[in-house]
């Protein structure tokens, strides 16, 4: 089956540092990516969403600037943390699909994010 | 708003018995919906879908009803096993699936050997 690789799968951090989380599609070609956030004991949220070669879409409140996605192929996407403060901490996943009708949602295995 | 809901936190059943795990929503657009289990620190695991089209599916010991009259469905897993302890989350997507994913906040599934 698809396969999204996800790395790191934890990281700990400094304050005002930055840190680039990948996923990667191994076996199909990921048009659209989704990036979302888990804190704990509660639901995913979505952060964003990203379709290869084009801008991601952020959801409200989630700050375009701080949370920086580049999906510049079908198999790769990134979203890098700048200036990562402790309220940054949490739990974050990808996902891939294609746009074609109900085609499925592959996830990644998720990266646990501690800044300190 | 949230837009999916799973009312019951969590679930204790026996070892044998059938659960029942419960999911609403409000949002019409919904066509795509899909069941995932999950753990601590882990990504979701895809169990089961539904597609607007159809207001059941099986796959071995998980079927999926949907009711789009009273935007609401249900994950049954019979018989239930020790292995099957975990949060379940219900999603759902518009477009047929090619939107994103709006989960629901979680049922916590035990089960007693």
């Known amino acids: 089956g698809a396969v999204v690789s996800q790395h790191p799968s934890r990281v700990i951090c400094k304050s005002g540092t930055s840190v680039k989380i990948e996923c990667r599609s191994l076996d199909f070609q990921a048009t659209t990516m989704f990036w979302y956030r888990q804190f704990p004991k509660q639901s995913l949220m979505l952060m964003a969403t990203?379709?290869?070669?084009?801008?991601?879409?952020?959801e409200q409140g989630v700050e375009k600037d701080k949370f920086l996605i580049n999906h510049a192929s079908l198999t790769l996407s990134t979203l890098t943390v700048t200036s990562a403060h402790p309220e940054d901490s949490s739990f974050y996943i990808c996902?891939?699909?294609?746009?074609?009708?109900?085609?499925?949602?592959?996830f990644g295995s998720g990266t646990r994010l501690t800044v300190v | 708003d949230q837009q999916v809901k799973q009312n019951s936190p969590s679930l204790s059943v026996q070892e044998g018995r059938i659960s029942i795990l419960n999911c609403d929503y409000t949002?019409?657009?919904?066509?795509?919906f899909l069941w995932y289990k999950k753990y601590p620190a882990e990504g979701p695991t895809f169990l089961i879908s539904?597609?607007?089209?159809?207001d059941k599916n099986e796959d071995g010991r998980f079927t999926v009803f949907l009711n789009k009259s009273a935007k609401h469905l249900s994950l049954h897993i019979v018989p239930s096993q020790p292995g099957d302890s975990a949060v379940y989350f219900c999603a759902a997507s518009a477009d047929t699936g090619r939107r994103a994913l709006t989960f629901g906040s979680g049922t916590r599934l035990q089960v007693q050997p």
């Open positions: 990203s379709n290869e070669g084009s801008k991601a879409t952020y």
């Open positions: 949002n019409s657009m919904f066509d795509y």
């Open positions: 996902s891939a699909t294609r746009q074609e009708a109900n085609y499925g949602y592959t």
């Open positions: 539904i597609s607007s089209i159809k």
